[in-house]
């Protein structure tokens, strides 16, 4: 058996509320999704078009390539079904695996329990059929498995992917409570913004929701920052389809981008570490950053353009009270000195959004890991409406 001549089931999984522009970037690259829920889409495809996938798309998580579905009451039916694949096959002797698991089974207490009955189960396969076995351990540099099993329902992957996909790669210095990059590019393509006029983000922390900016706008791809995935430790995978990808990854780049984009912080520090991760994205030249409050930051005149705020949520009751007047200025700063351009403002604390003091146009719902959060959109007239 060679997985990469096999067609399956695939599913690319993202983070809750993000599988709407997920599916987007997914039938833009040619794919036709069969099932979109909250934490993915569903597709049909063979192990190439994973690595397709792999290296193209900005929200996704993880590409799983299904190898097997079976009912499994226990652990030890679990075990027979998994005994039954031909791991020699997928994995190479030399090849180091792991293997991770999404379990709800009252015979099981613990994933941990579940992942050594099928690391068990490679293990003696192997012992059988080759007298030796792989190594494995927790690491996701090699091949890597995940079980899904629900109940008595159960289902094996190849997680092509390994280390989750939602970093993007160029982002060494965090910052403070930064955006996972998945998540900034979702919020990118959730927004009125047409990469031709000007994106300005205040307040703009580490930088990713700007680098992401840059990156959509130069048609920068998230697989030109990264060299190892799962796909490429398994049997049967071949170098000059990754390589073909990469090219064309390559060729799509923009080097000049048509628009302004302008990042920037009150804090120093902050507008440092935005162009450190800027300049390993290969965009610093495409930034425009200043140090200075939000309330003082460029607005090119006559862009309309996207105004683009990610201000911090307040944890404590002191930072709440003093996040009012934060939020309130946010509104006036919109009001006032940004007409004609499509406000946005990205928030976890919805009571601190009504200081805003603007009608939103449009709430669309996220989650920053499990905060419930909102991005707020305000058309910002530049006349009356009714001329506009």
């Given at each position: 058996?060679?997985?990469?001549?096999?067609?399956?089931?695939?599913?690319?999984?993202?983070?809750?509320?993000?599988?709407?522009?997920?599916?987007?970037?997914?039938?833009?690259?040619?794919?036709?999704?069969?099932?979109?829920?909250?934490?993915?889409?569903?597709?049909?495809?063979?192990?190439?078009?994973?690595?397709?996938?792999?290296?193209?798309?900005?929200?996704?998580?993880?590409?799983?390539?299904?190898?097997?579905?079976?009912?499994?009451?226990?652990?030890?039916?679990?075990?027979?079904?998994?005994?039954?694949?031909?791991?020699?096959?997928?994995?190479?002797?030399?090849?180091?695996?792991?293997?991770?698991?999404?379990?709800?089974?009252?015979?099981?207490?613990?994933?941990?329990?579940?992942?050594?009955?099928?690391?068990?189960?490679?293990?003696?396969?192997?012992?059988?059929?080759?007298?030796?076995?792989?190594?494995?351990?927790?690491?996701?540099?090699?091949?890597?498995?995940?079980?899904?099993?629900?109940?008595?329902?159960?289902?094996?992957?190849?997680?092509?992917?390994?280390?989750?996909?939602?970093?993007?790669?160029?982002?060494?210095?965090?910052?403070?409570?930064?955006?996972?990059?998945?998540?900034?590019?979702?919020?990118?393509?959730?927004?009125?913004?047409?990469?031709?006029?000007?994106?300005?983000?205040?307040?703009?922390?580490?930088g990713t929701i700007a680098i992401?900016?840059?990156?959509?706008?130069?048609?920068?791809?998230?697989?030109?920052?990264?060299?190892?995935?799962?796909?490429?430790?398994?049997?049967?995978?071949?170098?000059?389809?990754?390589?073909?990808?990469?090219?064309?990854?390559?060729?799509?780049?923009?080097?000049?981008i048509p628009c302004k984009i302008?990042?920037?912080?009150?804090?120093?520090?902050?507008?440092?570490?935005?162009?450190?991760?800027?300049?390993?994205?290969?965009?610093?030249?495409?930034?425009?950053?200043?140090?200075?409050?939000?309330?003082?930051?460029?607005?090119?005149?006559?862009?309309?353009?996207?105004?683009?705020?990610?201000?911090?949520?307040?944890?404590?009751?002191?930072?709440?009270?003093?996040?009012?007047?934060?939020?309130?200025?946010?509104?006036?700063?919109?009001?006032?000195?940004?007409?004609?351009?499509?406000?946005?403002?990205?928030?976890?604390?919805?009571?601190?959004?009504?200081?805003?003091?603007?009608?939103?146009?449009?709430?669309?719902?996220?989650?920053?890991?499990?905060?419930?959060?909102?991005?707020?959109?305000?058309?910002?007239?530049?006349?009356?409406?009714?001329?506009?």
């Amino acid at each position: 058996m060679n997985v990469f001549s096999l067609k399956s089931r695939i599913i690319v999984t993202c983070s809750n509320r993000l599988s709407p522009f997920l599916q987007k970037e997914i039938i833009e690259l040619g794919f036709t999704p069969v099932r979109v829920f909250k934490t993915g889409v569903e597709l049909f495809g063979d192990m190439n078009d994973c690595i397709v996938l792999n290296l193209h798309l900005r929200c996704a998580s993880q590409i799983l390539f299904s190898l097997k579905t079976f009912n499994a009451y226990t652990a030890t039916d679990l075990y027979n079904s998994l005994l039954e694949i031909e791991w020699e096959n997928i994995i190479p002797n030399d090849e180091y695996f792991s293997v991770t698991s999404n379990v709800s089974n009252e015979t099981i207490t613990n994933n941990l329990f579940a992942n050594v009955k099928v690391k068990d189960a490679i293990a003696d396969r192997f012992r059988e059929k080759k007298g030796e076995r792989p190594n494995s351990g927790s690491e996701l540099t090699g091949v890597v498995i995940h079980l899904y099993w629900k109940e008595s329902s159960a289902e094996l992957f190849l997680d092509t992917s390994g280390e989750t996909l939602s970093k993007h790669g160029y982002r060494k210095i965090p910052g403070k409570a930064p955006m996972l990059e998945s998540l900034a590019a979702a919020n990118l393509l959730a927004v009125e913004w047409n990469q031709q006029t000007a994106f300005i983000n205040p307040m703009c922390g580490s930088g990713t929701i700007a680098i992401e900016a840059a990156l959509l706008a130069s048609k920068r791809k998230p697989g030109l920052y990264r060299n190892n995935y799962s796909f490429m430790h398994v049997i049967g995978y071949d170098e000059k389809v990754y390589e073909q990808q990469l090219h064309l990854l390559e060729s799509m780049v923009i080097d000049s981008i048509p628009c302004k984009i302008i990042a920037s912080d009150i804090s120093e520090d902050a507008v440092n570490i935005a162009k450190v991760n800027a300049g390993i994205a290969g965009v610093e030249e495409m930034i425009q950053f200043e140090c200075c409050d939000f309330a003082a930051t460029t607005i090119p005149e006559n862009e309309n353009g996207v105004i683009y705020f990610n201000p911090e949520y307040g944890d404590r009751l002191g930072d709440e009270i003093e996040l009012e007047e934060t939020y309130a200025r946010m509104g006036d700063f919109l009001k006032q000195q940004c007409k004609g351009y499509m406000g946005y403002i990205f928030t976890g604390n919805l009571e601190l959004a009504k200081k805003i003091g603007l009608k939103p146009k449009r709430r669309i719902e996220f989650y920053t890991g499990k905060i419930d959060c909102r991005l707020f959109e305000y058309e910002l007239y530049a006349g009356s409406r009714e001329k506009k």
